[in-house]
């Protein structure tokens, strides 16, 4: 009995050891705890600020794209994007309430009724193995409000509708190859989509256009809620540069609509057109068919490359004009000597050139031969009066033989073909050699701009618009100057007798009622993949390089057409005529050069309307055969387009914005330039559809609107 008393005396006392041991490692393991805040080497108020912190993302906008006069261009607009939680742990402390997708059958199905996917797609996506949150690629973007509130109304567990940003761009196909398009790109690793800059100023300044975001960082619940009186940390969000382009949204809508009607009258291939002031360089619009939207990228797939910048092609005849200018120049040009046209071997051996027309014109002076487009004229020119080695010396003066180093992305260089006698002079007349667009427009620039090259450009500044500090300001730069004063003046008086001439090859086709026009057509012929040329009478790239007043050019114009549809009545000089005619004429109005005083044209200046009541702003109109368009359910007329003393183009809608509450017109009809007027007075949002003119419009006219108000266009070619 007592041995046993024992035994049980001894095992209480080890267990009380043990327990005591057990204590002092538990004591002493608090105590370093207690000193040091740190377990297993982690710091305890880490762990415990991860667990108990939460951080979200503040998105940046990127920056804004304006033309000259700081109308919008493209820019970050807001949206709604479809996101679901897919990860069922985040409803483990709440299982009532659940926050994660429970049944994703039953949200396929309903989610299905409102996206533009299919429903065992969806399925797919939220059933991903591993994931967290998922979304739902374009077909989850860009959700219109009403479509919004449906989702939400459906209140499906683990469903968000997120409100972000999108890429918004105003005016539709607009200078689009110049303005490029922003791709959203999904990182498979996070799911998160990432914006980048595509084709034009969107990819050439994506760097500086993408902006820095910021952070939020705050004190949560168990449940995930704000802590009351937490503090916030708060890191801003770093928009993206704003940057100003050179180009003149009025300009660049007077070349859209035109190109829009020339492509549904002549269905040509391709077409490109650039505008710019040869003074300073300034591209003032840019445009090609076929085009592309860049919000809804329809057309994207059949016109990936800026024509005007990456491609180069045999100018044709418009290249006649740098080799006139480097002869007259050089001293070499005699504008009254005579020749004999039609045909002419550069050596015994080679090959025969001959005219246009076969057979030439007989003996004819030099001049004559420049306003016929002679190629026998410019052969002869080349060879026996300027030389091939200052032909070769001028082409690099003009600055055809290398980039132009313009602001636009992937921009091609010239070919210029000068090994044989023949290439040398099949290249002073424009074929075999090929140049860009943009390397003419520059060339041409030492013809208006009285001897001085300037180098085009499409960027005006770039601003951060968080300081508002001017990052880079683009000024003029002078490239070169080839030829004097005196030899680009009397180019351009030989240049104009090819539109008023009888024997110009643009008499009567790109005259200007009021205004002297200088310039050169162009017919170059399109090689064929298996060697030699294209034939038949529409199998040409037709173009023309002009300029406007003649004496003192304010803009120069390169149009290009290739392979138009003509009628038998028709010329492939036509489809080009229409372009430059029309937008040089509006242009020249639009930026008020007074035409010539012997012109028979008569301009009408629009009258200060502002103030009046709209009965008599009506009948003030009609002094002047215009009509007039109110917006506003007003009667007083408190701003107007065009403004007071701006010329009235012809065929343009006086619009009016009256006192009280918005409205818009009926629109049915009209032309995206009349359009812009109505939106910019109403201060309205606009989203297009398609290109032409109206059909269909998303307020109808009378309808109450507000600032920032979206108005959907539908516009269509016409039959």
Not at 24 to 52: C, D, H, M, N, P
Not at 347 to 362: A, E, L, M, R
Not at 554 to 582: H, N, R, W
Not at 635 to 654: F, N, V
Request: charged share 25%; net charge negative; aromatic share 8%.
């Amino acid at each position: 009995m007592l041995k046993k008393q024992q035994n049980i005396n001894l095992g209480a006392a080890i267990l009380f050891l043990f327990f005591c041991l057990l204590f002092f490692i538990l004591f002493v393991r608090f105590a370093v705890i207690q000193s040091t805040g740190k377990v297993s080497g982690e710091v305890l108020a880490k762990e415990a600020e991860k667990k108990y912190s939460s951080s979200m993302v503040l998105e940046a906008s990127r920056g804004t794209i304006y033309d000259r006069n700081k109308d919008v261009i493209a820019e970050d607009a807001s949206s709604y994007k479809l996101v679901a939680v897919t990860d069922s742990s985040l409803s483990k402390n709440d299982p009532k309430h659940p926050i994660h997708v429970e049944n994703a059958e039953k949200t396929a199905k309903e989610l299905a009724k409102y996206i533009d996917l299919e429903e065992s797609d969806i399925y797919r996506i939220l059933t991903k193995e591993g994931a967290k949150q998922v979304e739902f690629g374009t077909a989850g973007k860009n959700l219109s409000y009403e479509t919004k509130k449906k989702i939400e109304d459906l209140k499906l567990p683990g469903v968000l509708i997120v409100e972000g940003k999108k890429r918004f761009y105003p005016n539709g196909t607009f200078a689009s190859h110049v303005i490029g398009y922003v791709e959203e790109k999904e990182d498979e690793a996070t799911g998160k989509y990432t914006a980048t800059g595509k084709l034009g100023i969107e990819e050439t300044l994506n760097n500086l256009l993408t902006g820095t975001d910021g952070t939020l960082n705050y004190k949560r619940d168990i449940w995930g809620y704000i802590l009351p009186d937490s503090e916030e940390d708060i890191t801003p969000a770093q928009n993206g540069d704003d940057v100003y382009l050179t180009l003149d949204k009025k300009i660049q809508s007077f070349l859209e609509d035109t190109m829009s009607k020339v492509q549904d009258k002549y269905n040509p291939k391709k077409m490109i057109a650039i505008v710019a002031n040869p003074k300073t360089g300034e591209i003032l619009a840019m445009s090609q068919r076929p085009s592309f939207d860049p919000e809804t990228l329809e057309g994207i797939n059949s016109t990936w490359h800026n024509e005007a910048i990456e491609t180069s092609y045999e100018p044709g005849s418009t290249m006649k004009i740098f080799t006139l200018a480097a002869a007259i120049e050089e001293g070499e040009f005699n504008a009254n000597a005579s020749y004999d046209s039609g045909s002419y071997k550069v050596t015994k051996n080679s090959q025969t050139i001959h005219d246009h027309n076969g057979v030439g014109w007989g003996s004819i002076t030099y001049l004559e031969g420049v306003q016929r487009s002679s190629n026998v004229a410019f052969a002869k020119i080349a060879k026996e009066q300027l030389g091939f080695e200052k032909l070769r010396e001028y082409i690099t003066k003009f600055g055809l033989d290398q980039k132009t180093g313009i602001d636009l992305p992937h921009e091609a260089n010239s070919s210029i073909a000068f090994t044989w006698p023949v290439e040398k002079i099949t290249t002073a007349y424009g074929q075999g050699t090929a140049l860009t667009p943009i390397q003419q427009i520059q060339a041409v620039t030492a013809i208006a701009n009285d001897g001085k090259m300037v180098k085009p450009h499409v960027i005006d500044k770039i601003v951060d618009p968080n300081t508002n500090k001017v990052i880079k300001q683009v000024k003029t730069e002078v490239v070169g100057t080839p030829i004097s004063a005196d030899t680009a003046k009397e180019v351009r008086d030989i240049l104009e007798t090819v539109i008023t001439s009888p024997n110009g090859t643009g008499y009567k086709k790109y005259g200007i009622d009021g205004y002297s026009v200088a310039g050169k057509t162009g017919t170059a012929s399109i090689p064929k993949s298996g060697g030699g040329y294209l034939t038949g009478s529409s199998n040409y790239v037709f173009s023309f390089m002009g300029m406007a007043p003649k004496d003192d050019p304010e803009l120069v114009m390169y149009v290009a057409v290739q392979q138009p549809e003509l009628k038998e009545t028709q010329t492939g000089s036509d489809p080009v005529a229409e372009i430059f005619t029309s937008v040089m004429k509006s242009s020249l109005q639009y930026m008020e050069i007074q035409p010539t005083a012997d012109s028979s044209l008569k301009t009408v200046e629009v009258p200060n309307l502002t103030g009046l009541s709209t009965t008599e702003a009506k009948s003030e109109l009609k002094k002047y055969g215009l009509d007039l368009v109110v917006t506003g359910d007003g009667s007083t007329i408190i701003d107007q387009l065009p403004a007071k003393g701006e010329s009235y183009l012809e065929g343009e809608k006086i619009v009016v914005k009256t006192d009280g509450k918005g409205t818009v017109p009926d629109m049915k009809g009209w032309s995206m330039r009349d359009i812009l007027k109505v939106t910019d007075l109403q201060s309205l949002k606009l989203k297009t559809n398609g290109n032409g003119y109206v059909t269909q419009q998303s307020i109808k006219a009378g309808k109450t609107v507000k600032e920032n108000d979206t108005l959907t266009i539908t516009l269509k070619k016409p039959e």
